[in-house]
């Protein structure tokens, strides 16, 4: 049975004892004496400045292991999931690369073998990606000098990238990979996979969309005509926002990819979640947008038309951090999907994690925010919602990263929901 922590509220910072309301962007937060914060687990803190958690089944347990890129650490590392019984401990760990500046790791089965690899993204000096080849047998996967690098030549020096994701761009030889960079050279592309995915110098670069910084991206068929498309929120310059690029089909995917603006325009959009919010049977956007708000975007019918956007705020000054990502999931168990929020800049008494519950009656627009993380953590990254220790409820995956003196240097960790165990008490 877990056992619940210390209560804490996050308005009135461990002092209050009932229930208070605030008000910013013309929504109202009504904030509670929730207990908390919630048991927290340490994965890794071996390194320096973990920088976000991609997972998958890397080792064929049927469970999730994850992937972190330690950009001030340099180095990439993998985490072998121990099993429920053991989550709660530090994870079996192998580097796999040195990878100076590392922005995003993500798994990625590139040649069709079966066997995932690890693609990294680089921004810095280094601009380039990575490939790290794994072992040939799975007994072999933490033995670090079994994984090989190998650069990938079209990527070199075209940018500062920060993000990656497989998807299968134009219907041919093996999964493409679509990329982000930011910067002067900053960029949306899809690299093409070759006929033998292993010849790395064959990869083709097709950059479609000109970028300030990327943050997020996600491959997904919006259009409903047969081709991924892909969502994506650009945090700087003119082209700052949320947006999605049509693909023009498996034939002419190298060709223009129409670009289809759906809201946050002009704003510094961070991290976002595609999650169906309002029962509608289509996935909307939620987005953090600094510095202290989310924005919910609907999707309507045809996703070529105007998408109706609405603001949350999450935080003022005092509460918490500044808005760094968003991710939606059924956190209590009562059937309703709720936000969880991550914020960078959270010096104590500030908070860096919440969660938010929708609002309870049909006419209110009272979101209640409840504590996770306490006054620990300054600047926390991406979210992942999985259930680590098989109990029924989804706990909350993340890291810290560095941000200056004030780093508490967490690393890779995850919060362990209360709320089964609340229940069974």
Same mark, same amino acid.
């Given at each position: /049975?877990?056992?619940?922590?210390?209560?804490? *509220?996050?308005?009135?910072?461990?002092?209050? @004892? @009932?229930?208070?309301?605030?008000?910013?962007?013309?929504?109202?937060?009504? +904030?509670?004496?929730?207990?908390?914060?919630?048991?927290?687990?340490? =994965?890794? #803190?071996?390194?320096? %400045?973990?920088?976000?958690?991609?997972?998958?089944?890397?080792?064929? #347990? &049927?469970?999730?292991?994850? =992937?972190?890129? $330690?950009?001030?650490?340099?180095?990439?590392?993998?985490?072998?999931?121990?099993?429920?019984?053991?989550? &709660?401990?530090?994870?079996?760990?192998?580097?796999?690369?040195?990878? !100076?500046?590392?922005?995003?790791?993500?798994?990625?089965?590139?040649?069709?073998?079966?066997?995932?690899?690890?693609?990294?993204? *680089?921004?810095?000096?280094?601009?380039?990606?990575? =490939?790290?080849?794994?072992?040939?047998?799975?007994?072999?996967?933490?033995?670090?000098?079994?994984?090989? +690098?190998?650069?990938?030549?079209?990527?070199?020096?075209?940018?500062?990238? /920060?993000?990656?994701?497989?998807?299968?761009?134009?219907?041919?030889?093996?999964?493409?990979?679509?990329?982000?960079?930011?910067?002067?050279?900053?960029?949306?592309?899809?690299?093409?996979?070759?006929? #033998?995915?292993?010849?790395?110098?064959?990869?083709?670069?097709? !950059?479609?969309?000109?970028?300030? $910084?990327?943050?997020?991206?996600?491959? +997904?068929?919006?259009?409903?005509?047969?081709?991924?498309?892909?969502?994506?929120?650009?945090?700087? %310059?003119?082209?700052?926002?949320?947006? $999605?690029?049509?693909?023009? %089909?498996?034939?002419?995917?190298?060709?223009?990819?129409?670009?289809?603006?759906?809201?946050?325009?002009?704003?510094?959009? /961070?991290?976002?979640?595609?999650?169906? +919010?309002?029962?509608?049977?289509?996935?909307?956007?939620?987005?953090?947008?600094?510095?202290?708000?989310?924005?919910?975007?609907?999707?309507?019918?045809?996703?070529?038309?105007?998408?109706?956007?609405?603001?949350?705020?999450?935080?003022? !000054?005092?509460?918490?951090?500044?808005?760094?990502? =968003?991710?939606?999931?059924?956190?209590?168990?009562?059937?309703?999907?709720?936000?969880?929020?991550? *914020?960078?800049?959270?010096?104590?008494?500030?908070?860096?994690?919440?969660?938010?519950? !929708?609002?309870?009656?049909?006419?209110?627009?009272?979101?209640?925010? &409840?504590?996770?993380?306490?006054?620990? %953590?300054?600047?926390?990254?991406?979210?992942?919602?999985?259930?680590?220790?098989?109990?029924?409820?989804?706990?909350?995956?993340? *890291?810290?990263?560095?941000?200056?003196?004030?780093?508490?240097?967490?690393?890779?960790? $995850?919060?362990? #929901?209360?709320?089964?165990?609340?229940?069974?008490?």
């Amino acid at each position: /049975m877990k056992k619940k922590a210390t209560s804490s *509220c996050l308005l009135a910072l461990l002092l209050a @004892t @009932t229930a208070t309301g605030f008000s910013l962007g013309g929504k109202t937060i009504q +904030t509670s004496a929730h207990e908390g914060p919630w048991p927290l687990h340490v =994965v890794d #803190n071996s390194s320096s %400045g973990a920088d976000g958690v991609r997972l998958a089944d890397i080792d064929g #347990n &049927h469970l999730p292991d994850l =992937v972190t890129g $330690w950009e001030e650490g340099g180095i990439t590392r993998v985490y072998l999931n121990p099993g429920r019984d053991r989550v &709660h401990s530090a994870w079996p760990s192998v580097t796999v690369g040195v990878t !100076p500046s590392v922005e995003d790791a993500v798994f990625f089965d590139l040649d069709g073998d079966g066997s995932l690899e690890v693609i990294t993204s *680089c921004e810095g000096t280094v601009r380039t990606m990575f =490939v790290h080849w794994p072992p040939s047998g799975r007994n072999s996967l933490l033995v670090g000098e079994e994984w090989k +690098t190998e650069a990938i030549p079209a990527t070199r020096d075209r940018g500062q990238w /920060m993000f990656a994701v497989p998807a299968q761009i134009d219907g041919r030889n093996g999964v493409d990979l679509v990329v982000g960079s930011k910067g002067e050279d900053g960029m949306i592309g899809w690299l093409e996979a070759p006929s #033998n995915p292993r010849r790395l110098e064959e990869w083709t670069l097709h !950059p479609i969309y000109a970028a300030g $910084w990327i943050m997020s991206l996600i491959s +997904t068929d919006l259009d409903q005509d047969g081709d991924p498309d892909i969502l994506a929120s650009d945090r700087k %310059g003119s082209n700052a926002g949320v947006l $999605w690029l049509e693909n023009p %089909g498996f034939e002419t995917a190298d060709s223009e990819w129409k670009e289809h603006r759906i809201g946050a325009d002009g704003r510094e959009v /961070m991290f976002l979640d595609f999650s169906d +919010t309002n029962d509608d049977g289509r996935e909307d956007v939620v987005v953090a947008v600094k510095p202290f708000t989310i924005a919910r975007i609907l999707q309507p019918e045809d996703p070529s038309q105007a998408w109706e956007s609405e603001e949350i705020a999450v935080a003022f !000054p005092q509460g918490t951090g500044r808005a760094k990502a =968003v991710s939606v999931g059924d956190l209590d168990l009562d059937g309703r999907l709720d936000l969880v929020f991550s *914020c960078e800049g959270a010096v104590p008494p500030k908070h860096g994690l919440i969660w938010l519950a !929708p609002p309870s009656l049909p006419d209110s627009s009272e979101w209640v925010a &409840h504590d996770i993380s306490g006054e620990l %953590g300054i600047k926390y990254g991406r979210i992942e919602l999985v259930d680590l220790d098989g109990d029924g409820d989804l706990d909350i995956l993340t *890291c810290e990263e560095n941000e200056g003196e004030q780093s508490q240097g967490l690393g890779v960790i $995850w919060y362990e #929901n209360p709320h089964v165990s609340a229940a069974t008490e």
